[in-house]
Nanobody, 120 residues
Framework: QVQLVESGGGLVQAGGSLRLSCAASGSIFSIKAMGWYRQAPGKQRELVTT???????NYADSVKGRFTISRDNAKNTVYLQMNSLKPDDTAVYYCKFEVSDRAGRRSNYWGKGTLVTVSS
């Protein structure tokens, strides 16, 4: 089993910045991809950004140029730097890891979420 723990959420004014972290622990052989998703009140969960094992990144159009995903492989940790935050960024942010075991079987794991609130 793999456990993910997010941190870094909170309340920030529009235009401000926050940095989220998500650390994985447990039985990890290989991490294939990491990502951040978010779910605003009354809306479906949506992709924010992903980063693969080879470093390729993908961003939702709504956050391009403002958010940056990065990782520390030695710490099994993924980060999300969020700048120029807007009230529309208010949501619970979830990290997701896609990992494989020694047999190559892949599984997805989710964190419990961290709340980001951007005030206007």
């Amino acid at each position: 089993q793999v456990q993910l723990v997010e941190s870094g959420g909170g309340l920030v004014q529009a235009g401000g910045s926050l940095r989220l972290s998500c650390a994985a622990s447990g039985s990890i052989f290989s991490i294939k991809a990491m990502g951040w998703y978010r779910q605003a009140p009354g809306k479906q969960r949506e992709l924010v950004t992903t980063i693969t094992s080879d470093g390729s990144t993908n961003y939702a159009d709504s956050v391009k140029g403002r958010f940056t995903i990065s990782r520390d492989n030695a710490k099994n940790t993924v980060y999300l730097q969020m700048n120029s935050l807007k009230p529309d960024d208010t949501a619970v942010y979830y990290c997701k890891f896609e990992v494989s075991d020694r047999a190559g079987r892949r599984s997805n794991y989710w964190g419990k979420g961290t709340l980001v609130t951007v005030s206007s």
